[in-house]
């Protein structure tokens, strides 16, 4: 990386101080229009709120955010670099030497990465830090580089004092940002389309993932998912089954992050392929990595990486299914000084006529103990019972209450010739037997 490259990503550093500055003082600026050239990088800008704060080769968008009751008064800072000329290589070098325009922030560690190619082919990296303190000023910051063969840009999103919903809102911004910019001329808008030789397949497929992980109250819990992919015979592909009649198309235009592309490789004349290349969309950055795994058919059913894949036939229209199913959730741990857990259960029952009735609870409860003294909370409640007429088609379960709300769902069931489970929305229904 040449100098002139290390002094132009330097002056970030200058710029953020003029930006704590500017936080201060919350000095009035321009609105901005929403497309924008800057030094032949072409990006979308968000118009929500943001406008434009500083001058020089730094371009730099800032959103405040008043004081409420919860909240301390904030601001959201993106900063944007013209291209630099450099070649690829030197990305990881230029994302410490720009993480540094921060100092402090440069020897946290990174709480969150995403390192792929961009739907352009460039190489991109996202690096989440989080958090220090300056003038009373809390920050946190993202981090993003994108390089091609000759060209490097980098962006970076500076939250002050913000948290929750207001930090997502612009963490929102950032990401649609960051999957506008066009490094090169020749750079098309993030979209998902297949290119030439991509797909072959075309259904529904579950695989069973069990296991344990980790909870929020320092235990474990045991998970058993039924995991689901659809392929689409063009090329795409979806870990979630689209909701409220979408395609798949619809569906990865709207939940990118739940889709991507593949293409079967290998085989010979007379075999089929051998193995599946998986270009999944892995962040709100539109970063993709990229996976070759082993593959076979074996019948209707697939087998990827040595792990069962069952095809899943779906509901003929205005199909019927009689019985209760019942939904279970619980969570429970305990450190040195707390305690918590927390469970819930939700009944569908569907009956052969076309009508369904479902009920629902769910508790949790709390303790901790600071110097001695003992405190906790215990609420629990049950969700308001409805009942109405169901309709099934495809992977599509419409509940329509007896108001004429209709509710949309995905189901199918992972067990060949059985409805003794069925997966809603993802989550696991049982059928009770009654014994």
């Known amino acids: 990386m040449g100098c002139a490259h290390v002094d132009r990503i330097g002056k970030v550093k200058s710029a953020f101080s003029f930006a704590l500055v500017f936080f201060h ?22 118009d929500a709120g943001w406008r434009k704060a500083g001058k020089g080769d730094l371009f730099m968008l ?16 993106i900063q944007i670099t013209k291209p630099l000329s450099s070649p690829r290589a030197s990305l990881p070098a230029g994302m410490k030497t720009f993480v540094a325009t921060l100092p402090d922030m440069a020897k946290e560690d990174i709480l969150i990465k995403h390192y792929g190619m961009t739907i352009n082919g460039h190489d991109i990296r996202v690096e989440e830090r989080c958090c220090i303190h300056q003038k009373n000023v809390s920050i946190s910051q ?4 994108i390089a091609g063969d000759k060209r490097q840009a980098y962006l970076q999103l500076v939250l002050l004092n913000l948290n929750g919903d207001r ?4 963490e929102a911004d950032f990401e649609a940002l960051v999957r506008s910019v066009k490094l090169d001329p020749s750079d098309k808008d993030f979209d998902l389309v297949p290119a030439g030789g991509d797909g072959g397949l075309d259904g529904v497929f579950t695989h069973l993932d069990t296991g344990v992980r980790p909870n929020v109250f320092g235990g474990v819990d ?24 979408r395609s798949i198309a619809e569906h990865c235009k709207d939940d990118p992050t739940d889709c991507g592309l593949y293409k079967l490789t290998g085989g010979g004349f007379f075999s089929s392929a051998a193995s599946i290349e998986m270009r999944s969309v ?30 899943v036939p779906p509901f003929k229209d205005g199909a019927t299914l009689d019985g209760e199913w019942v939904s ?30 479902r009920t629902g609870w769910s508790g949790a409860s709390m303790t901790n103990e600071i110097g001695g003294s003992q405190s906790g909370v215990t609420t629990a409640g049950n969700r308001p019972g ?9 992977y599509r379960l419409d509940l329509t209450d007896a108001s004429g709300k209709t509710e949309s769902m995905s189901i199918f069931e992972p067990d060949k010739a059985s409805d003794g489970l069925l997966v809603i929305n993802g989550s696991n229904y049982l059928k009770d037997d009654g014994q």
Not at 142 to 145: K, P, R, S
Not at 167 to 170: D, F, K, L, T, V
Not at 288 to 307: H, N, Q
């Open 25 to 46: 003082l919350l000095s009035s600026s321009q609105t901005l229009a929403a497309p924008a050239d800057i030094g032949g990088l072409t990006v979308t800008l968000p």
């Open 62 to 77: 800032q959103k405040d955010f008043p004081e409420t009751d919860d909240d301390k008064r904030g601001s959201a800072l």
């Open 142 to 145: 993202i981090v993003v580089g």
């Open 167 to 170: 930090s997502e809102s612009a």
């Open 222 to 245: 045991f998970y058993s998912d039924s995991e689901i992919t659809m392929f689409d015979p063009k090329g795409l592909f979806s870990r979630e089954l689209p909701k409220g009649g």
């Open 282 to 311: 892995t962040s709100a950055y539109g970063t993709i990595e990229t996976e070759t795994k082993p593959f076979s058919k074996k019948g209707d059913d697939l087998v990827i990486d040595e792990d069962d894949h069952r095809a």
């Open 328 to 357: 279970t959730f619980a969570s429970s741990g305990m450190t040195a000084t707390s305690s918590g857990s927390v469970a819930s259960s939700h009944t569908l029952t569907l009956h052969s006529n076309g009508t369904f009735e």
């Open 386 to 394: 409805a009942s109405g007429r169901y309709t099934l088609s495809g």
